[in-house]
């Protein structure tokens, strides 16, 4: 479970700024971690 800062969970990468910082839930531990710049999109076929 992804949560922003004001504990609202994110449900799209969309949601997220750079610079902005979550909060990670896992099955076993949590982590902070701050959002960096999107990466350029793949070209494809």
């Known amino acids: 479970v992804v949560q922003a800062a ?3 969970v994110l449900r799209d990468a969309a ?3 750079p610079g902005e910082d979550l909060r990670i839930r896992l ?3 949590r982590l902070r971690v ?3 710049p999107a990466p ?3 070209l494809t076929g």
């Open 40 to 42: 350029p999109p793949t």
């Open 15 to 17: 949601e997220a700024a």
């Open 34 to 36: 701050t959002v960096g």
């Open 27 to 29: 099955a076993r531990g």
């Open 6 to 8: 004001d504990g609202a």
